[in-house]
């Protein structure tokens, strides 16, 4: 079992940055992956910004140049650092682990609400 525990997230205007934080606890794998998701209302849960166990980072196209994924290994925390935000960006934000045995596990996610 992985445990995921997220912390950051809020309201900021438009043009603003936020920080996002994520501790995992468990069985856990330096090869596993890390990263955020998140979900606006009526919509799918999408891949925000994910970074391998070997240092690989992946971003959706709406968050390149913006958003920077970044993790400590050692501390077994991923963090997003996330600057120039949109409204568009606005939803709840999922930790996610993705372990080598191909399971999923979710943080109980965190409301980012970006104000026009």
């Known amino acids: 079992q992985v445990q995921l525990v997220e912390s950051g997230g809020g309201l900021v205007q438009a043009g603003g940055s936020l920080r996002l934080s994520c501790a995992a606890s468990?069985?856990?794998?330096?090869?596993?992956?890390m990263g955020w998701y998140r979900q606006a209302p009526g919509k799918q849960r999408e891949l925000v910004a994910t970074?391998?166990?070997?240092?690989?980072?992946n971003y959706a196209d709406s968050v390149k140049g913006r958003f920077t994924i970044s993790r400590d290994n050692a501390k077994n925390t991923v963090a997003l650092q996330m600057n120039s935000l949109k409204p568009e960006d606005t939803g709840v934000y999922y930790c996610?682990?993705?372990?080598?045995?191909?399971?999923?596990?979710w943080g109980q996610g965190t409301q980012v609400t970006v104000s026009s």
């Open positions: 468990g069985r856990l794998f330096s090869s596993d992956s």
């Open positions: 970074k391998t166990g070997g240092g690989n980072t």
């Open positions: 996610n682990r993705h372990t080598i045995y191909g399971l999923d596990y």
